[in-house]
């Protein structure tokens, strides 16, 4: 069995309309010299489309850090207990010659910090102060648990929240739907691709419903598809977009859907997770479980977001039976890649090199495999 060292973990920052602004990414290594092989090797792939604050767990940050390229827009996290370690009293100065931004991690609201360096963000400890108290530069509350309480918090004088928060599952005893108009007709189109119905009846479909038909002509006909002739009918743009395509993105559409006040993040975090399974997953599985993989990970948090059963979700979406057993009971060939997916979200690494060491990844593969999920959904909902 693979033994893995050094891997990431990470927690969204997400800020007053509980979209997501950066990314915390948790770096655990036993030494700080495993620490900069990983990163060396990552920096070509290294995610840009949000801000990085880098944490290095319980290594203490050292000079040795700054011989690292750091990315724009990568700031190092400096634990607050750690501000008197000697290691630390030597990096500021380096680090402010550098003119490399920083992020005070764990802060308690009072203690004093060096005014030496280039303090951009604090991320307070909720369970040490309850208010930003006097944290340098944009103060974020890490460490809350209830979802309900994100207002209240920000009420306090925070400008953000970094951590998991939205993921706490609703009361799904009562059924709260409430979904855009285009629900319905998102769900019988994905029926209809799953029964491999004819063009036409697909086409009909896209015809009763104006706004969603624009936005898919708007998707296929955007740079980003790659084509060199404009989409001008339905019909056409279900064929140059295949029965496979239009399902992925029937997908993410009904992610859109709903009105959960963190939707943004559940939707980001939900393609990070299809994403990284599809990653991963390519060197296990035949290529045509590439998009049960992606969907698998997509849908794993639709429950939270419309608030409804999954159960029933599953009933009217008729996702294929690897996906709905992973999804209904953890268990299936797909079921390690989505607790794999899972597990990159704890601040803790034992789940994840647990999950990791059973499907034999290496460190690279799977670091690797992470932040391009991670920039993958960062860019395709930023």
Request: hydrophobic share 40%; proline share 7%; glycine share 8%.
């Amino acid at each position: 069995m693979t033994v893995l060292d050094t891997v990431l973990t990470r927690e969204p920052v997400v800020n007053l309309r509980q979209a997501i602004t950066a990314n915390r990414l948790l770096l655990h290594a036993s030494s700080t010299e495993s620490a900069l092989e990983s990163l060396r090797r990552l920096r070509p792939f290294w995610p840009s489309a949000h801000t990085v604050f880098l944490s290095f767990g319980r290594l203490v940050p050292g000079p040795e850090l700054l011989t690292w390229d750091w990315p724009e827009g990568t700031f190092l996290e400096i634990p607050s207990p750690a501000l008197s370690h000697p290691k630390v009293q030597a990096l500021l100065p380096l680090a402010a010659e550098k003119k490399l931004p920083l992020c005070l991690g764990w802060y308690d609201g009072t203690s004093p910090v060096p005014p030496l360096g280039n303090w951009r963000f604090t991320l307070v400890d909720l369970r040490l102060s309850p208010v930003p108290g006097k944290a340098p530069g944009i103060a974020l509350a890490w460490g809350l648990t209830d979802p309900t309480h994100f207002e209240e918090t920000i009420a306090k004088g925070f400008s953000g929240v970094c951590g998991w928060f939205f993921l706490r599952r609703p009361d799904l005893t009562t059924e709260k739907r409430g979904v855009s108009p285009s629900y319905g007709i998102v769900l019988q189109l994905i029926q209809k691709l799953k029964e491999d119905a004819d063009i036409g009846e697909i086409e009909d479909l896209l015809k009763h419903d104006v706004a969603l038909s624009y936005r898919l002509l708007r998707y296929i006909n955007s740079a980003g598809m790659g084509l060199l002739c404009e989409i001008t009918s339905f019909r056409h743009a279900v064929q140059i977009l295949g029965y496979g395509n239009l399902l992925r993105w029937l997908t993410l559409l009904l992610l859109h859907a709903s009105p959960h006040p963190s939707q943004q993040t559940l939707v980001q975090t939900s393609i990070a997770r299809g994403r990284l399974m599809e990653e991963i997953g390519k060197a296990f599985l035949a290529e045509e479980y590439s998009d049960q993989l992606f969907l698998c990970g997509a849908c794993s948090l639709l429950d939270v977001l419309l608030g409804i059963p999954m159960e029933k979700l599953l009933g009217e979406i008729a996702l294929s039976e690897s996906i709905c057993e992973t999804l209904l009971t953890g268990r299936g060939e797909l079921a390690p890649f989505l607790e794999l997916a899972k597990a990159c979200e704890s601040a803790d690494p034992a789940s994840l090199r647990h999950h990791a060491e059973k499907l034999s990844l290496s460190t690279d593969t799977l670091n690797r495999a992470h932040i391009i999920a991670l920039e993958y959904a960062d860019r395709l909902n930023g």
